[in-house]
């Protein structure tokens, strides 16, 4: 549960710091987030988790174990395409921002203990994905991906 609030204020800080043009702050701040997340999110293992907001989400071991794993695997892709966002784009703040928001989704998804909290982690990491797929307005194949990603999923 701490893990998803630390990610969640983690995201809306990246967001401010690309509004103030913090452009090498960026990738060091939100590593060091995620690294909190981590610790935050191992703290967990074994802590005879009950199920929580009217038994909706429930930190358990498997949770621990997987948001451990889409933390550490996050980490793995800011690092391995740091130079990529910095070379399309000089709004590195906003990929950031929606990869951290797509990993609350996954967070959210894993810890489900009602079938409706699992809806509405799949929701959120989607809605993240579709606009990490279009947010090169100006290039036709960005567009047209966010297009037939959308439509494919709300067609099947």
Known sequence: MNALITLSILAILVLY?????????????????????????????????APIYSGMMQFDNFAVAFSSIGIVSTMLILLISKDYFEHISD?????????LFALIGILVMVSFNNLSMLFIGIEIMS???????????????????ALKYFLDLVLR
């Open 127 to 145: 809605v993240s994905l579709y606009i990490l797929a279009g947010i090169r307005k100006n290039d036709f194949k960005s567009n047209e991906a």
């Open 91 to 99: 709004n590195v703040a906003e990929y950031y921002a929606i990869i």
């Open 17 to 49: 710091l690309g509004l103030y043009k913090a452009k090498n702050a960026l990738l060091p701040v939100t590593l060091l987030g995620l690294a909190a997340g981590l610790v935050l999110a191992v703290l967990e293992w074994n802590s005879g988790a």
